[in-house]
């Protein structure tokens, strides 16, 4: 097996909405080996969810990916595909068909016998995507028998309470016993949590964990995600807007813009705070984070509503924007050790 | 009377589990809730999940059954509606919920929500004419006409919260509530919806209870702090005290502030709490608290905390925090 967890290569998205054929992902390219952190930063609408949704073959609408390969420990999840759309020369996408056999086939083939077992995904929403027909202690326990640990009946219903305990609840006996829908929003979020991790997977995929809870315990669950993955040298790929987390947590990261990676690298080189940001993009999200802390005057508005089709994604936001940067679009290069950033002009920013 | 909000002793039990409630034991989620707002105000409901605040704010709009001494919102008596006046109450009254993915109904354009909206409250009123007002709603909220059209599942997470909060503005409403309006967006689109939440209840004049866990977003918008701890109300103060004056004084409301703006500090080793059973008496903080000692063993372990008020318009719930206005 590859000692890579996750390996996206050239994944390019597009999706059907009211107003036709849209680009939502943009040749994502990522790497995660076996054992690491992987953060992946953006804004709301930039993708980040359809990423993790194609990976996993759950995508809700009719999924329209055109190229690129995404292997999950070793194997090329979207092989089976068929090609369900084709650019022409102008690069405008048409469909050219709208059966879903192949996402069928994926999913009984590769997803089935690994998902919730070997992969398991934590989902942004979860008081609505928690199945609202058991109650917690049910679903706890049965993710942990997923674990293969051969358990008793009552070291089962211990080991469901001491999750829900891991995860900072009080009264556990009485939430085990309660359905999805009789907990607040942050409950049923950590308990998705709690059942992602209880089967002891290889990768845990986390869209926005911990959103909806509190600083304290948004740290203190990141942290124990952390800690668990790290303890089985499995893999966590988080997506967030957590800047704390993925700065005190992960190894790598890579920054999202409109459907783009605009830079991706060691943490330590591309969120310390002394650190000068290579990309303009990365340099907003960390000053946002700063103005946040320190109470300044915040930007306001979102950055990525209907970037151009040419040319760099970013050049309406962007303050040193060259004429090339209208024309071409900029791929990742590598700007050293493993860092790479997606810009046509050189240097640090600010 | 409008957009004025009184709790007296406001008590919130969960029947036990399961359908109809039929097995396990009662959940109390509120505990003598007192507090009242004045018009025009903007409060902030803050603490930790699980502690009770949506449960409140439900309550606050008659949406669940509860106990109480008294409760009056926009001068309705919430525990007694009925009839033509439950009809006005639910027009001035309006929540934003906390999870925008379920609470569009997928199958509807966001246009057709919002008319609806509209047309329920008023059904004299024309398609054409409810299509306007929507268009006005939709400039309110910044929300670009295009993605009216657009079914909920394709919109993205700060659309569907623009969506769900025009809805709720649609009958101009003397009192809202907003649960967890921006969580799970990045900050400056936080920031935007905040000034425009911000803006708009200051042109309509109007209350809002405004629920979140961000004490850093909390600090832009909010007059005043509620903090709650397990179903109890343990702070009241005004915003200017609880962020730029002398702070908070309640022991958990420094750490939530604490750990708001210096997050890093949080990050170590972690030391599982064991929490004090609900119902068992004495203070839900004190196995957390670091003023609580032994001479103090006695009140905080033995006698909740009542929410008294320390300085004028200042209330806290902490047998330490008393004692320290004693001492002065
Ligand atoms: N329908 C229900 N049946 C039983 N218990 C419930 C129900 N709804 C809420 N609870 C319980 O009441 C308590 C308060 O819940 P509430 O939803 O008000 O919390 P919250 O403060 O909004 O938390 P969060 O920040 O996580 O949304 C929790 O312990 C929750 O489990
Ligand atoms: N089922 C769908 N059909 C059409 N467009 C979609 C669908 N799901 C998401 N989108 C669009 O794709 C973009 C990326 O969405 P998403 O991946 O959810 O963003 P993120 O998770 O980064 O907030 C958004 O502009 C959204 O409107
Ligand atoms: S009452 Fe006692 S235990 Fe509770 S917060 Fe105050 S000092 Fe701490
Ligand atoms: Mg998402
Ligand atoms: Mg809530």
Redesign the pocket.
Known sequence: MSDMALKVEGLTIYLEGRTGMRRVVNKVQMTVPMGHIYALLGESGSGKTCIVQTILGLHPGVPGVVSGTAEVLGLNVLEKLPKYVELDESSTPTAIRKDMHGWNRTIRDVWAPMMGSKVTLIPQDATTALSPFHTVGCLLQKAISNSGKQLGREELRKEALNWLRRMEMYDVES?SN?YV???????AQRVAIALALASEPRIVIADEPTT?LDATLRIQLIALMASMVKNRKATLFLVTHDMDAARILANEVAVLYAGSVVESGPVEKILDPTYKPKHPYTWFLLESERRLLQGAEMFKGSRSISPPDEGCPYIIHCPRAIERCGAERPTLTPEGDEHQIACWVEGDYR | MKGTVQVEHLYKE?GG?GLFGKWGDK?P?LEDINFTLEKGELAALV?E????????GRCLLGLIKFESRKVKVNGYDIASLGGADEKAFRMSAQMVF?NPFSSLNPAFKARDALVEAIRVHDPSISREKANDEVEKLAALVQLPIDRLNEYPPSLSGGEKRRVVFARALATNPDFVVT??PVSGLDQPIQAQLLDLMRKIQRRQNSTMLF?S?DLRLVRFVATRVLV?HR?RIVEDAPAEIFFHQQGPSHPYSRELLESAFHPDQLFGPQVQQSHPERGSGGCSFRNRCKFTSTEMDQPCATMTPPLLEIKSNHRVACHWCRNQEADR
């Open positions: 939430v309660r829908h009789e907990l607040s929003g942050g409950m909806g | 969960f589990s959940t989620a603490g999940s699980g502690s009770g605040k949506t449960t409140l906390q649960d967890e629920i866990h709650m179903g």
